[in-house]
């Protein structure tokens, strides 16, 4: 087992690293002050646990359990603390397990017997979507390949629409503008929505899109994406904006103004 050790007291956070160490069952343990530096690592490395102190300088560790378990649902976050009253906000993330400080070794051992399953925790961020900059499409952490570019380029569309349906006419207006309107393109639309369905549903993703008789929308509530998440006003989002969206595609350039122009109001 892979651990990982976030507290801004570094007193504590050694003791509680040399506790850990003397359990056969952890691998490997790395320990942070820092927790920028702590969810960096966690997000480019194998973790399977992560204790967060929940009092820290910065990011508190509330707000960073948010971002592991967006970014990384299989990580197990067992929260530190020396105030009872953060138990409940504590468990509405899920969280898998919860320890009052001073921090026993025999309190470790029971989080560490009593961990939920990952299936058990809400499958968060498992189809994640990149828009700043190139658009990309991830499954498992993995880059999501379309058979062709259209099928790809119109799952883009789906979600800078942010929901909203969206009319066979509409993506021929969007996508195909320099093609007349007819039976043929139709068709071919017909053929792309049902090519990047079945990615989707080949990624495990099936229910990331939601399709009706002439429309379709994207499911807003089943990826992860830095776009919406910047709309929402999450600093990380926000701080990784750099002027860039969706560059693979000239139909962006409108949302692109729209977030240059909120960034400089701000």
């Excluded at 990149?130 to 883009?156: C, D, I, M, Y």
């Amino acid at each position: 087992m892979k651990v990982v050790v976030v507290d801004d007291e570094e007193l504590l956070l050694d003791d509680i690293i040399e506790q850990l160490k003397e359990m056969p069952e952890i691998v490997s343990t790395v320990g942070f002050t820092d927790p920028e530096k702590a969810l960096e690592y966690i997000l480019h490395n194998e973790v399977h646990v992560a204790f967060l102190d929940i009092n820290m300088f910065g990011m508190d560790g509330m707000t960073l359990a948010a971002h592991v378990q967006r970014e990384k649902p299989s990580v197990s976050i067992i929260f530190l603390t020396g105030y009872s009253e953060y138990a409940v906000e504590a468990f509405k993330l899920r969280a898998s397990g919860y320890i009052m400080k001073p921090v026993s070794k025999e309190d470790i051992l029971t989080e560490l017997a009593n961990l939920r399953p990952v299936g058990m925790r809400r499958d968060l961020g498992r189809v994640r979507v990149q828009t700043f900059g190139s658009f990309w499409v991830f499954a498992n952490g993995v880059p999501l390949r379309f058979s062709r570019s259209r099928s790809k380029e119109l799952f883009a569309y789906l979600v800078d629409r942010r929901g909203a349906a969206v009319s066979i006419t509409e993506l021929a207006s969007m996508l195909w503008e320099d093609r007349e309107y007819d039976k043929s393109l139709r068709n071919q639309i017909h053929t792309f929505i049902s090519d990047m369905i079945a990615t989707l549903r080949a990624a495990g993703a099936a229910g990331v899109v939601v399709k009706q008789r002439n429309s379709v929308a994207v499911n807003v509530d089943a990826i992860e994406c830095d776009y919406y998440r910047y709309l929402d006003g999450d600093p990380q989002a926000v701080k990784s904006f750099n002027g860039e969206y969706m560059t693979n595609y000239s139909w962006a350039e409108y949302t692109t103004a729209q977030l240059v122009r909120s960034q400089e109001e701000d």
